[in-house]
Structure formats: C-alpha cells, structure tokens
C-alpha cells in the first residue's frame, strides 16, 4: 500500500518545517518479511513569514536527524490514514 501525508516540525515558535512525504508498506506474510520506504517530495523551511524550498539541505545534511526520526515515526504511525 502506499499514501501520500504531510509532516509539521516546529521548533520554539521560531519556524516551521514543512515536510511532504509519500510511504510505501507491505505489511508482509508468514513467507515475506514487512517492508516499508518513505520518499520526501518536498520540504519547506518557514519563519518570520517566509517560506524557503529546502529538499536538497533536507536530503544533504538532515535525513539522520532527529526531525527525520519524528517524520519517520509519524509517517508509520498515520500510514492507514494517508
């Protein structure tokens, strides 16, 4: 199954990150294992009003951070809700 979501990070009130997402699943069976990957499709750094495409830093620089930990765990948790 697969499903598209949204993922809102904020920090303090200072900014807000934005992160859409689109997760597969295969729950699996006796003779496969579950499986699951989850693609950014697009990432949006806003604060002070202004809005900053930032996929490429996310994908560079933040995907073993903890806001991708949180996205990874919300993105599963809301699964068969997208």
Same mark, same amino acid.
């Given at each position: 199954?697969?499903?598209?979501?949204?993922?809102?990070?904020?920090?303090?009130?200072?900014?807000?990150?934005?992160?859409?997402?689109?997760?597969?699943?295969?729950?699996?069976?006796?003779?496969?294992?579950?499986?699951?990957?989850?693609?950014?499709?697009?990432?949006?750094?806003?604060?002070?009003?202004?809005?900053?495409?930032?996929?490429?830093?996310?994908?560079?620089?933040?995907?073993?951070?903890?806001?991708?930990?949180?996205?990874?765990?919300?993105?599963?948790? *809301?699964?068969? *809700?997208?």
């Amino acid at each position: 199954m697969e499903g598209r979501g949204t993922f809102n990070y904020t920090q303090f009130d200072d900014y807000i990150v934005t992160i859409e997402y689109q997760i597969y699943w295969d729950e699996g069976s006796y003779d496969h294992a579950p499986e699951s990957e989850l693609t950014i499709v697009e990432v949006i750094l806003e604060q002070d009003g202004v809005e900053t495409l930032i996929t490429n830093l996310y994908e560079d620089h933040l995907q073993n951070s903890h806001i991708a930990n949180e996205l990874f765990a919300y993105a599963w948790e *809301n699964k068969d *809700n997208v």
